[in-house]
């Protein structure tokens, strides 16, 4: 069982960066891969970012390719998006999500989810 708590959001200007915590319960952290979706109001939820286990691998959506990195740090059981330049169209609720193989972060399909937190970018 992994727990997944989610910190960092807020409301910043176009241009603006925020760093995005996800703090993961659990010893097991490092045998997960993770991901971070985002939903909209009125959209479905999205992917974002994806990271393997060991970091060796990452993929992005081209929507946020060049502008957010995901990393992640397994002594601190905690996955990161660092995201710059955002843009009003990133304003969403951000979700934080673990599974046992990295290609089923990239299809979305989670074992686990964190509450999600709040990014509002304003123009």
């Known amino acids: 069982q992994v727990q997944l708590v989610e910190s960092g959001g807020g409301l910043v200007q176009a241009g603006g960066s925020l760093r995005l915590s996800c703090a993961a319960s659990?010893?097991?952290?490092?045998?997960?891969?993770m991901g971070w979706f985002r939903q909209a109001p009125g959209k479905e939820r999205e992917f974002v970012a994806a990271i393997s286990w060991n970091s060796g691998s990452t993929y992005y959506s081209d929507s946020v390719k060049g502008r957010f990195t995901i990393s992640r740090d397994n002594a601190k059981n905690t996955v990161y998006l660092q995201m710059n330049s955002l843009k009003p169209e990133d304003t969403a609720v951000y979700y934080c999500?673990?599974?046992?193989?990295?290609?089923?972060?990239?299809?979305?399909?989670?074992?686990?989810w964190g509450q999600g937190t709040q990014v509002s970018v304003s123009s």
């Open positions: 999500g673990a599974a046992e193989e990295y290609s089923k972060v990239v299809r979305n399909r989670l074992n686990y």
């Open positions: 659990g010893r097991t952290f490092n045998r997960y891969a």
